[in-house]
């Protein structure tokens, strides 16, 4: 129905409560969407960086530089400049994450979705979530419906796990066990037998 057509509450149509001296004045009519003010409320909230860091030692950088070095030879050998290209790029990056420590932001959850320093995420964007370890450092990893990102990636800095998933389980399912993807485990046994690290350091 328009909204013109819509009648206006009277005063005559509000109910009256009697008091005991005879006088007579509206009842006050309470809002029944309590969950209103529960979707806004801010539930936690933290300080992390804003991805797992660890300084790596002289040997890290090393192995790379051998690596990439090999690679290159290899692709001069067969005219592939292009990827030559691509692959000091990535070497760029690997440059930047692993000597650059991360900036600190704040991570919100509320009754609406995740907060991630001015990105905002719905629940309703958001899969499962369950709790990993990298670098030595907790995180909060929450699969998404999104192609980009697909996952996020979330430092728990000195947050309860326990205060975490009492919040976010009401919201979205948490797996006990972390799922893996192919990649993911094609990535840890690449880690397993080639350390870019010396071990005994």
């Known amino acids: 129905m328009p ?10 149509d509000i109910p009256e409560k009697e008091e005991g001296n005879g006088f007579k004045f509206p009842v006050e009519i309470k809002d029944k969407e309590d969950g209103g003010q529960e979707n806004l409320k801010t539930f936690l909230s933290w300080k992390a960086p804003s991805r797992p860091y660890r300084k790596k030692d002289r040997s890290y950088y090393t192995t790379v530089a051998i690596i990439v070095i090999i690679l290159i ?3 001069i050998l067969i005219n592939e400049f292009m990827l030559i290209g691509a692959i000091l790029a990535l070497v760029f990056v690997v440059y930047v994450l692993g000597f650059i420590p991360p900036d600190d932001v704040e ?3 509320s009754g609406q979705g995740i907060t991630i320093e001015g990105h905002f995420y719905f ?24 192609r980009f990102p697909a996952q996020l990636i979330i430092h728990m800095g000195d947050t309860s796990e326990e205060e975490v998933k009492k919040i976010m389980a009401k919201f979205i399912p948490f797996h006990e066990i972390a799922p893996k993807t192919l990649m993911d485990k094609w990535s840890e046994g690449l880690q ?8 005994h350091r």
């Open 3 to 12: 909204r013109f057509f819509v009648k206006k509450p009277q005063l005559t």
């Open 73 to 75: 030879l290899i692709l």
């Open 123 to 146: 629940w309703d964007d958001l899969d499962s979530f369950w709790f990993m370890e990298k670098e030595g450092q907790k995180l909060l990893s929450v699969l998404t419906h999104l």
């Open 107 to 109: 991570y919100k959850i």
């Open 192 to 199: 397993k037998h080639l350390t870019l690290e010396n071990p």
